[in-house]
Nanobody, 119 residues
Framework: QVQLVESGGGLVQAGGSLRLACAVSGRTFSIYKMGWFRQAPGKEREFVASINWNSDTTSYADSVKGRFTISKDNAKTTVHLQMNSLKPEDTAIYYC????????????WGQGTQVTVSS
């Protein structure tokens, strides 16, 4: 198993920035990709961004392309989500998740961190 702990959420005005962090520990050798997802009130959870664990290949939802950047540190202990030009519609609980080598599904999740963007 891996343990995932998110931090960095908060309240920000539209146009502002936040940097989320996901601390990763445990069986990190099992990771194929790390992803960020979000869930707004009354909506289904949606994909935001992902990064391959052993490369720098990234993927983004169309709604955040050009505004959000996912990255990981060289020690592979933290995954970041830099969020710029935030919009009220970015308000949600943000979760990081692991996709293991053995499956095509994300199967380990953090507890989430709240991001609120005021207009």
């Amino acid at each position: 198993q891996v343990q995932l702990v998110e931090s960095g959420g908060g309240l920000v005005q539209a146009g502002g920035s936040l940097r989320l962090a996901c601390a990763v520990s445990g069986r990190t050798f099992s990771i194929y990709k790390m992803g960020w997802f979000r869930q707004a009130p009354g909506k289904e959870r949606e994909f935001v961004a992902s990064i391959n664990w052993n490369s720098d290949t990234t993927s983004y939802a169309d709604s955040v392309k050009g505004r959000f950047t996912i990255s990981k540190d060289n020690a592979k202990t933290t995954v970041h989500l830099q969020m710029n030009s935030l919009k009220p519609e970015d308000t949600a609980i943000y979760y990081c998740a692991r996709r293991p080598i053995t499956t095509s599904q994300y199967d380990s999740w953090g507890q989430g961190t709240q991001v609120t963007v005021s207009s």
